[in-house]
């Protein structure tokens, strides 16, 4: 297929123009081997328009700076082959239930810092600091897999695009917040367990506004088990004996 | 004149800039970090494999500390490192390691029995002592007398980069995102901040501060073909280039990854040869035993890269429509394997190339990976210059790699050297006086009027098409193996590039996000690092490390043991050197170990040898802390000073 001419739909708005209204643009792009989303958009910007704007950093699939909605799916751009598109069209929208910055590029980060400072996303040491002078303190080496891959999520927002309750309620925490917290109730070293998130996780913005409907897993560029992670903390929370729920 | 006033600006929010805030913030230093991106999207979060510290845990480790990890790290470098700093160095790895422990990072851990594991081509059974289940693992890495590397699966600089912003978040350090740093606010001795642009809103802002710090990564972007995160351009570098006070130390000194991807350039980790990984060439021949039988695929990476260029120029390389590679061949660790330890890996095959690198052979070739080179600095980390000015991490040439780093050695570099300068940017924001907004105003007003001015040029020259030709210039020029020919027309054609890149015409006019504007600024700034970095090159006429002249194959201690200076004066590159004393080292140089042994040794490197070996023949009951001092004593902060406890091993 290498060769052929690729249709790109782009969404363009620059919300810091008084007189500017959201559009769709068409351009048109040969098609070269191994193209990504992250190439195309390179080469546009270039050679076509020199406005467009969108993110990208580590161009890996690492960071996860360039996520967008391509053809109807949140996704990172970067690792987006061009070719998967049998029909030669790509559209691209920004990331929904994100502050626009223009075109492609919308405001991950002080979403993901605020969420950070809302559900205290950092470890609360169980007890007092050791001494880094002194041999660490042990940990099962199968308990450090499980935190790693729990942590291995990129805050890339492709959740909560793809989440309908994030859709619906902006308080909603998401995959990415619930995710957090599982993170760290599953660290020995941190002294909270689900009973320290409950006023968030309790609740509609919580574990009980999820309507399982798998979007975030289904999205998720690190294949994260998001759902899994979802279901771990309703069952820690539902199983103590104390709490009425 | 918008103006923000703060103790400690940090310019940059990778691991470097977010440890140096800690330790400000620890001190009661209020700290303010600038990033172009959000901070958990900076480059460190892409070190995959690991950070090398000599914990001594796995059974393949035993017997390492830091004299050890010193060692490795100086001759690496081919004895161009500043010696003091990689104790220094050495000294504070295992705590960083051990700190981020407790912070969160969810270091790989021993598991205690037998485990099979690829060594040498060969599946081998390593059995871990039970009293170090639990404890923090390690893995080989390149040019390591012993498995030093500590890991997360390969994902270790995302896990160390979101355990140190949580801490961050947690301390309540403010993190402005999307901004970038356009020029130093200084009165001709003091630096007192920055002039900085608000990427979206394209405010431009002075931001005042008591010390200033850049933390903004490596110049990888100045090649067209790098591993490098695409902001990674050496910007905050040129930035202190750019006053004409502050030196750029070794631009020269580059480094080269054997191991990225083709074609997209993308890195997998130095961990697949550590863990068993071979490379193979287009008859599926197995060639490193053939040039380094000892060290083979684990020979420093500056040798590796060289073979496998040497390799594919005898006609053993892969053909593609994207130039010529090799393999590298990590099937035989087995898809469990590399589901738990090679995740990333996996997942750029998939993604990038669509193989299952688990079946099939990795396309690679030596791709620009690191910048040995970058802002001098003094072992405090002060910028040389600038009283007020300090680096840290890769835009640092603080010394610790010399001509080659090892791998582990970054990611451990962002923390330790964030450890330990951090402590005296702390100290000294406590011992200076609050800024003067008057020394910003012709510095604001500087920058104010190059941005007027790009906004409305009627003509001029294509900001995307000089970074073009420079990308193309350094990788054609400016590579592996150089030249004095190359390197001399490289010189000549990035200096004309330089003098167009005062005059450009941009299509976009916009005054706030203007991705155009930005490259414009930019390209300005990198054109002037590429000039440093190849006349650097063209005026070292030895080889050393990563720097590999062909006319000039031997190292050449005698006329080159010296660190390459560059100012930017009269709109030029300036180069003078600094001399490496001999005479001071506790490792004097010696033969490296790869090859042949061609170098032109130094009259005082035999006497200075002598002297070392006469000592500790004197002194045979020396404790350590006698013989360093004796040797080369060194200091560092009382907070980082006390000795490792090791399991086993009891120091």
């Known amino acids: 297929?290498?060769?052929?001419?690729?249709?790109?739909?782009?969404?363009?708005?620059?919300?810091?123009?008084?007189?500017?209204?959201?559009?769709?643009?068409?351009?048109?792009?040969?098609?070269?081997?191994?193209?990504?989303?992250?190439?195309?958009?390179?080469?546009?910007?270039?050679?076509?328009?020199?406005?467009?704007?969108?993110?990208?950093?580590?161009?890996?699939?690492?960071?996860?700076?360039?996520?967008?909605?391509?053809?109807?799916?949140?996704t990172l751009a970067c690792k987006t082959l061009t070719s998967q598109f049998k029909s030669g069209k790509i559209k691209l929208m920004p990331l929904p239930g994100f502050e626009l910055i223009g075109d492609l590029s919308v405001n991950t980060g002080k979403f993901m810092r605020s969420l950070s400072e809302r559900l205290q996303g950092w470890l609360v040491p169980a007890g007092a600091e050791r001494s880094f002078d002194a041999v660490e303190a042990t940990m099962e080496p199968q308990t450090a897999e499980m935190i790693y891959e729990s942590e291995r999520c990129i805050e890339c927002g492709c959740c909560v695009s793809a989440c309908a309750t994030a859709q619906m309620r902006d308080t909603f925490i998401g995959a990415v917040g619930l995710n957090k917290i599982a993170r760290f109730t599953l660290d020995e070293r941190d002294g909270r367990g689900p009973d320290d998130f409950y006023h968030v996780l309790g609740g509609d913005d919580g574990v009980f506004g999820c309507m399982t409907l798998l979007g975030c897993a289904d999205a998720c560029p690190k294949g994260l088990n998001l759902q899994m992670q979802i279901s771990y903390l309703r069952r820690k929370l539902a199983l103590n004996p104390d709490r009425i729920i | 004149m918008k103006t923000i006033t703060t103790d400690a600006l940090i310019i940059g929010a990778g691991l470097a800039g977010l440890r140096v805030a800690l330790a400000c913030q620890a001190q009661g230093q209020q700290a303010t970090v600038l990033s172009l991106v959000p901070a958990k999207r900076s480059h460190s979060s892409a070190a995959q494999g690991g950070m090398q510290a000599s914990l001594g845990n796995s059974v393949k480790s035993q017997g390492d500390d830091e004299t050890a990890h010193f060692i490795d790290t100086v001759k690496g470098s081919d004895?161009?490192?500043?010696?003091?700093?990689?104790?220094?160095?050495?000294?504070?790895?295992?705590?960083?390691?051990?700190?981020?422990?407790?912070?969160?990072?969810?270091?790989?851990?021993?598991?205690?029995?037998?485990?099979?594991?690829?060594?040498?081509?060969?599946?081998?059974?390593?059995?871990?002592?039970?009293?170090?289940?639990?404890?923090?693992h390690a893995r080989d890495f390149g040019g390591t007398k012993h498995w030093r590397t500590c890991y997360t699966s390969d994902g270790t600089g995302h896990s160390l980069l979101y355990a140190m912003d949580n801490k961050a978040i947690a301390a309540g350090i403010e993190v402005h995102e999307r901004v970038e740093a356009l020029q130093l606010i200084h009165d001709g001795q003091r630096c007192q901040g920055a002039i900085v642009r608000d990427l979206v809103s394209g405010e431009l802002i002075a931001y005042l501060a008591k010390t200033t710090t850049i933390c903004s990564g490596g110049y990888g972007r100045l090649w067209s073909a790098s591993t490098n995160a695409l902001i990674c351009e050496g910007t905050g570098t040129s930035m202190a280039l750019e006053t004409g006070l502050v030196p750029i130390g070794n631009p020269e000194a580059v480094q080269f990854h054997p191991t990225a991807i083709v074609p997209a350039g993308i890195l997998v980790t130095e961990g697949c040869r550590g863990d068993g990984g071979v490379l193979r060439d287009v008859d599926g021949h197995r060639f490193m035993p053939d040039y380094e039988p000892e060290k083979k695929e684990l020979a420093s990476r500056d040798v590796v890269s060289r073979r496998m260029t040497e390799h594919m120029r005898t006609g053993k390389g892969v053909k593609s429509p994207y130039g010529e590679h090799l393999w590298l061949d990590i099937t035989q660790l087995g898809a469990a394997h590399i589901d738990k330890n090679l995740r990333e890996v996996k997942d750029i095959c998939n993604n990038f190339l669509g193989i299952d690198p688990a079946k099939d052979w990795i396309p690679v070739r030596p791709t620009q990976h690191y910048s040995m080179g970058g802002i001098r600095t003094n072992e405090k980390g002060e910028a040389y210059g600038l009283a007020g000015l300090f680096a840290v991490g890769e835009a640092a040439c603080w010394d610790l790699h010399g001509f080659n780093r090892l791998g582990g050695n970054s990611l451990a570099e962002t923390v330790v050297g964030g450890m330990i300068i951090g402590e005296h940017v702390a100290a000294a924001a406590k011992q200076t006086d609050a800024p003067e907004e008057a020394v910003a105003v012709p510095h604001w007003h500087a920058v104010a009027a190059e941005i007027d001015a790009l906004l409305q040029a009627e003509q001029g020259n294509d900001p995307y098409d000089l970074r073009e030709q420079m990308e193309q210039i350094m990788m054609d020029k400016v590579g592996i193996f150089r030249t004095g020919t190359e390197l001399e027309q490289a010189v000549v054609e990035l200096e004309q590039l330089q003098r167009q890149a005062s005059e450009l015409k941009l299509h976009n006019r916009t005054r706030h996000s203007n991705p155009e504007l930005v490259e414009a600024l930019r390209v300005r700034k990198m054109l002037k690092l590429a000039v440093a970095v190849a006349k650097g090159a063209l005026a070292r006429t030895e080889s050393r490390g990563a720097h590999a002249r062909e006319d000039y194959p031997q190292r050449n201690d005698n006329e080159w043991l010296k660190r390459t200076m560059v100012h930017w004066r009269n709109d030029a590159a300036e180069l003078s050197y600094e001399a490496i004393d001999i005479s001071k080292m506790e490792l004097p140089p010696g033969f490296r170990g790869y090859g042949e042994d061609n170098t032109i040794a130094h009259p005082d490197s035999a006497v200075r040898l002598a002297q070392v070996e006469q000592w500790q023949q004197q002194y045979p009951d020396a404790t350590e802390q006698e013989r360093q001092q004796a040797l080369m004593p060194y200091e560092l902060p009382t907070l980082l000073s006390q000795p490792n406890q090791r399991r086993g091993v009891g120091k």
């Not at chain 2, 990689?86 to 700190?99: D, E, G, L, N, S």
């Not at chain 2, 981020?100 to 029995?113: F, L």
């Open chain 2, 79 to 136: 004895w161009g490192c500043d010696q003091t700093v990689a104790r220094m160095f050495a000294h504070v790895a295992p705590k960083a390691v051990r700190q981020s422990a407790e912070w969160g990072v969810p270091w790989s851990r021993i598991k205690a029995g037998p485990r099979q594991a690829v060594i040498n081509g060969k599946t081998t059974t390593i059995k871990e002592a039970v009293q170090t289940h639990g404890l923090i």
């Open chain 1, 1 to 74: 297929m290498t060769g052929r001419t690729i249709t790109f739909e782009i969404f363009r708005c620059d919300p810091q123009h008084p007189n500017d209204s959201a559009r769709m643009q068409t351009f048109e792009l040969t098609e070269a081997p191994g193209m990504t989303v992250f190439i195309a958009l390179n080469q546009l910007r270039k050679e076509q328009d020199r406005s467009l704007q969108f993110d990208f950093v580590c161009r890996a699939g690492v960071c996860g700076s360039c996520a967008m909605v391509i053809n109807g799916m949140p």
